[in-house]
């Protein structure tokens, strides 16, 4: 899934989370998740649909 700039569809890519990556949650915003993926050092929003809560891994 893709790592956003801001908590909107519209905004820039910063990068690609991809499954079975773990990543720890920073903060929420609506349906959103501002992460850090944990593999790449990414930090970004990511649409909270496409993640597991309890276990932060990418399951999309």
Same mark, same amino acid.
């Given at each position: 899934?893709?790592? +956003?700039? &801001?908590?909107? !569809? &519209?905004s820039t890519a910063v990068g690609?989370?991809?499954?079975?990556?773990?990543?720890? !949650?920073? &903060?929420?915003?609506?349906? $959103? +998740?501002?992460?850090?993926? +944990?593999?790449?050092? !990414? &930090?970004? $929003?990511?649409?909270?649909?496409? !993640?597991?809560?309890?276990v932060p891994m990418c399951l999309d």
């Amino acid at each position: 899934m893709t790592i +956003r700039s &801001k908590a909107s !569809v &519209k905004s820039t890519a910063v990068g690609i989370l991809y499954r079975g990556h773990k990543f720890t !949650v920073h &903060k929420t915003s609506g349906n $959103w +998740r501002y992460i850090t993926d +944990r593999t790449t050092g !990414v &930090k970004g $929003w990511v649409s909270a649909a496409y !993640v597991y809560r309890d276990v932060p891994m990418c399951l999309d």
